[in-house]
Every structure is written in C-alpha cells, then in structure tokens.
C-alpha cells in the first residue's frame, strides 16, 4: 500500500512516501506554505499524482501525551483532508520526530539553509517509518 506521510507546519510541510511493499520510507520533499488551503492543495495533488491509499498526518502531541494547539490545528487539517481524499486519513504520534531528524542531518554534515529546507522531509520520513513498523508488528489493528 503506498502511504503518504505529512509533517505539517506554520511554513513548512514536509511529506515522505513508501513503496507498495511499505518496506521503505522515502521524502518527497517539503512543500514552503503558511497557507492552509495551499498545503492541502498539494497533499490532494500528490495523493492523485503518487496513487496514495492512506495518508498519515504527524500529530504534535505534548511529551506528557496530551493535545496542545499544534495538535488541534493537525487534527483539522487531516479532518478536512479526509473530506476532501478518496483515502482514509490517520492521525500519527511524531512526539520528538524534529529531535530525531536533527540528529540524523548532525550525523551526515547537513547545515544551514540546506539543513532547514530538509528537516521537515526527515521528520515525515521519521514519521512513517514510524507507522510502517507498528503496521508490521500489530497486522489489522490499523
């Protein structure tokens, strides 16, 4: 099943997708908007363009577990896109994704303006891969 990740953003949205065989998670790159509309103008594309059959929003939870404001936004973007998607929407836990994809551009060298026009990709990345190895280790309990 190929699946769509998105890590959603006041500027930026980065989205990641997998392979039929969802063994691996690959960026698509990161889409550069504030504007609601034209970030959910660009998921519906890539979902038709990529022949997406479930997309994944990142859900900013609190480290406690509980929904602050980022949330909230998060979850009324994957409402709406899952009015407007021939797709199911799910809503995912990317708690400490942008730490994790800090550390993976530390590792391989990537600064500056290079680096901030990579991390939100990293980060979908990060979230599906995520997804993909709870898919793997709890089958049909999606």
């Given amino acids: 099943m190929r699946i769509l990740a998105v890590d959603y953003g006041d500027a930026r949205t ?14 698509v790159g990161v889409f550069h908007s504030g504007d609601r509309e ?3 103008e660009e998921i519906i594309r ?3 363009e990529q ?13 406690n577990g509980t929904a602050g404001p980022r949330s909230e936004l998060c979850h009324a973007l994957a409402n709406d896109l899952a009015e407007k998607l021939p797709c ?16 993976y551009l530390n590792m391989t060298d990537v600064r500056g303006k290079k680096r901030k026009n990579t991390i939100d990709a990293v980060a979908a990345t990060i979230i ?11 089958p049909g309990e999606d």
Avoid: F
């Fill in 88 to 103: 199911p929407v799910r809503m995912w836990d990317e708690r400490s994704t942008t730490v994790t994809a800090t550390q």
């Fill in 46 to 48: 890539q979902v038709a």
């Fill in 14 to 27: 980065g989205l990641a997708i997998c392979d039929r065989g969802e063994l691996l998670a690959s960026p």
């Fill in 51 to 63: 022949k997406v059959e479930l997309v994944v929003v990142g859900n900013p939870l609190n480290m």
């Fill in 38 to 40: 034209a970030v959910m």
């Fill in 128 to 138: 599906l891969e995520s997804y993909l190895a709870y898919r793997k280790n709890h």
